[in-house]
């Protein structure tokens, strides 16, 4: 039985091959729609990139829609010291060739989950959750029919990407990330405790470079772009590759691990906003609302990716 999916999301280098993994995956997922949001840069270059990755694999059967242009309450911070002005900078893609969805993503979002039924599909996101929590308040009844919210965002234990506290997904709409983890819907996190250690490394990028797919080409170069800024900042031995890691968790749920945990979200103006507070030892009376995942099979999660990008 395939997953039902929907994937939100930012594209935005690592969006990119999160969005190439699941298309190659079509065995597992059934990926019912791409929603777009402002995030790592603006909402028509989500968008644009979005639709040239659908074109390069073909796969005009999945629609694609532009959500919210802006956070619920904050101004709008992009990322394009990170990702390039257009979002996926030194990557060839073809131009779209079919258009965007015209219904608004947040409706697509309500109207799937309304007709998956119960615990009938999977939320994906892996930028700003504000397209996400729009939905969730227009329409509350759809917690239900959504098994789980599998997100790329926020930081348990270590320290943000974006300020000390705040990891850049959940900074950037931390009002969004708190009506998530509020929402009562099962929520699994791929914050960067565990994303800092899906490094790629020189031997792992030199297996991606060796493949001779459109998926494989072009995620060789979004490597080869993406490298230069976390390398730089962190000193690893590689570029963090996040958005990916929610997606081959759907596909291999033994390669992570992590616990179940009360998680809030500082919504409070000053150093700590956009910090996820996650009660990790358990010191809260608090239930637990989300599992956060912090441990990776590095090299099986690689294996995983290279092996799919060599198929589509
Ligand atoms: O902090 C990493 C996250 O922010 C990733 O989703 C990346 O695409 C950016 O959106
Ligand atoms: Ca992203």
Avoid at 28 to 50: E, K, M, S, Y
Avoid at 273 to 293: M, Y
Wanted: negative net charge; glycine residues 10%; contains cysteine.
């Amino acid at each position: 039985m395939k997953r039902k999916i929907i994937i939100d999301c930012d594209p935005g280098q690592d969006d990119a091959i999160a969005l190439l993994l699941a298309f190659a995956a079509s065995d597992a997922l059934d990926l019912l729609g791409i929603t777009c949001v402002a995030g790592n840069v603006g909402l028509p270059l989500t968008l644009r990139n979005a639709l040239k990755l659908r074109e390069l694999v073909g796969r005009h059967d999945v629609p694609v829609f532009a959500g919210c242009p802006r956070p619920i309450l904050q101004r709008l911070e992009t990322a394009e010291h990170v990702h390039g002005e257009t979002g996926l900078d030194g990557v060839d893609l073809p131009e779209p060739s079919f258009g965007a969805d015209r219904r608004h993503a947040v409706d697509f979002l309500i109207k799937t989950c309304r007709s998956a039924g119960l615990n009938g599909l999977t939320l994906c996101p892996v930028g700003p959750m504000t397209n996400i929590a729009t939905a969730l308040v227009m329409a509350p009844d759809i917690g239900a029919n959504i098994a789980e919210i599998a997100f790329m965002g926020g930081a348990a234990l270590g320290p943000g990407n974006i300020t000390p506290a705040a990891e850049f997904n959940v900074f950037v709409d931390p009002h969004a990330a708190r009506i998530v983890l509020e929402s009562g819907v099962r929520t699994t996190m791929f914050g960067l405790d565990v994303t800092h250690k899906a490094l790629a490394t020189p031997a792992r990028r030199a297996a991606i470079d060796a493949l001779d797919t459109p998926s494989g080409r072009a995620a060789s170069q979004i490597l080869a772009y993406y490298d230069r800024t976390d390398v730089d900042k962190y000193g690893d031995a590689g570029a963090p590759l996040h958005d990916p890691c929610v997606i081959a968790y759907l596909l291999a749920p033994e390669l992570f691990d992590g616990r179940d945990c009360h998680t809030a979200v500082s919504t409070e103006d000053g150093p700590a906003l956009g910090r996820t507070v996650v009660d990790w030892w358990g010191r809260s009376e608090a239930l637990p609302n989300c599992r956060v995942i912090t441990e990776i099979d590095a090299n099986g999660f690689f294996d995983l990716l290279t092996e799919r990008l060599g198929q589509v």
